[in-house]
């Protein structure tokens, strides 16, 4: 199986700096409410660990699995790895996929950001229903949703622009609807040193739209409370697995 980020890896971790920038402190915020404990927390689809670091931070006490397909990604996840002795000491990293690996029991967190849409419907349903079982109670899973929530063409839009040194790298993204619930994204990356292009590559992925609609009600068929947190446009929410003997609600 060919690996979809061979052309793009060295573009994302740069040009995703900003969601992280408005993400990072509403993911801290949900982790830092979990209840006390040591268990593991799990990032799936952990790319180049910016969610692994923020895990790191948010709950010193507990071991990190990060699961990460993609063999171009995991060389820039060992990377921030390594280069901290404490996350090196702390973080375990699987290649498999979502659905592939299997959740150790008594997980305190999972993260499942920007990934969800890898998966068709089926396939997000039951992974909500492997991380609820393997959640402790009070548990949580942060995920997110982007738009469109609907299969629709989106025009060629400039999505990130970041500069290192002397270049500029930019990053635009184009789509168009593929069945009832998908989409194949083109998305196009440049660097630039001054006007002229100095390298550029284009790759296509398929996604799987979801509406909040539906997260809510696939959370709520499994027994998760649902919120959303921060910005609205951060489409940033978080399912919790109840503490014993409290009811869900969505």
Same mark, same amino acid.
């Given at each position: ?6 052309? =793009?890896? /060295? ?8 969601? %992280? &920038?408005? !993400? ?21 689809? !952990? +790319? =180049?660990?910016?969610? @692994? ?10 071991? @990190?699995?990060?699961? &990460? ?47 969800? +849409? ?39 839009? !400039? ?14 993204? =184009? ?9 194949? %994204? ?17 790759? /296509?992925?398929? %996604? ?26 951060? +489409? ?15």
């Amino acid at each position: 199986m060919s690996d979809p980020y061979v052309g =793009s890896a /060295e573009y994302l971790d740069l040009l995703i700096a900003g969601f %992280w &920038e408005a !993400a990072g402190p509403e993911v801290a915020a949900a982790l830092s409410a979990l209840p006390p404990g040591s268990g593991p927390v799990v990032d799936l689809g !952990a +790319g =180049s660990g910016r969610g @692994v670091r923020a895990l790191g931070e948010a709950v010193p006490e507990s071991p @990190v699995l990060a699961v &990460e397909p993609s063999a171009v990604m995991r060389a820039a996840l060992m990377t921030r790895i390594i280069d901290d002795p404490v996350l090196r000491e702390r973080v375990t990293v699987l290649p498999g996929g979502a659905l592939e690996e299997t959740l150790p029991e008594g997980v305190r967190a999972v993260l499942a950001l920007n990934m969800l +849409g890898h998966l068709e419907a089926p396939g997000r349903r039951e992974l909500l229903g492997r991380v609820f079982r393997a959640l402790t109670p009070g548990g949580a899973l942060v995920t997110n949703l982007a738009p469109p929530f609907a299969p629709m063409a989106v025009p060629r839009t !400039a999505m990130a622009r970041a500069e290192v040194g002397e270049l500029v790298y930019e990053g635009y993204a =184009s789509a168009e609807p593929t069945g009832s619930d998908g989409l194949l %994204w083109r998305m196009e990356y440049r660097t630039l040193r001054g006007e002229a292009v100095i390298s550029e590559v284009t790759v /296509e992925y398929s %996604w799987c739209v979801c509406s909040r609609e539906e997260l809510v009600a696939e959370a709520g068929e499994v027994g998760f409370g649902v919120r959303e947190v921060g910005d609205p446009g951060l +489409g940033l929410y978080v399912l919790t697995r109840p503490s014993v003997g409290v009811a869900p609600s969505v």
